[in-house]
């Protein structure tokens, strides 16, 4: 099949790949670009683990194609770091509220968590829930990402973090 070249911008660095039309976008990220933090959990677009932000939107990577993305900005979980290799508030709270067990959702889960703060950088918990709603979990319960994403929230905001009483 005739190929298209794409140009997409990648965690701040221009990429370039040779994609087929019917490639989707999380297949180049991780077999063209071998950022393999986006993760495939299904083949219905319910899951959310393939998620990724594009041009300041969450998108689930697996229900776009790779040719959609030309001319894009991306960030995926490798972008998410700080620039001095420290991990990023939300990297921070998943870690200290213990929001991953497996971590095969945890990419996406935190790339939407980024865009989830910055469109409401003060969540309530069903806002939260709420906004991660298009991202499941097996493991946790969600309850502690729930707590990761208030903890990284407070980190940003300058705030104390209070653990809510269960
Ligand atoms: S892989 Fe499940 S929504 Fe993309
Ligand atoms: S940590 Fe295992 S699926 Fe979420």
Redesign the pocket.
């Known amino acids: 099949m005739a190929k298209t070249h794409v140009t997409i911008r990648v965690n701040g660095e221009e990429v370039e790949g040779l994609v087929e039309p019917r490639t989707l976008l999380i297949h180049f990220i991780r077999e063209n670009l071998n950022l393999t933090g986006a993760h495939i959990g299904c083949e219905t677009s319910h899951c959310g683990a393939c998620t990724v932000d594009i041009n300041g939107k969450s998108v689930k990577s697996c229900t776009m194609f790779a040719v959609q993305a030309n001319g894009a900005e991306i960030m995926t979980i490798e972008g998410v770091a700080n620039a001095d290799g420290t991990l990023s508030a939300l990297q921070e709270g998943f870690r200290q509220m213990h929001g ?7 990419p996406g ?1 935190i790339v939407r968590a980024h865009r989830l703060l910055q469109e409401n950088p003060n969540p309530t918990e069903e806002e939260i829930r709420f906004g991660i709603a298009g991202n ?5 319960g969600y309850q502690n990402i729930v707590k990761a994403i208030q903890y990284a929230a407070a980190k940003i905001n300058g705030t104390e973090f209070q653990e809510a009483a269960e």
């Open positions: 991953l067990q497996c971590g095969y959702c945890t889960m499941l979990c097996r493991c946790t």
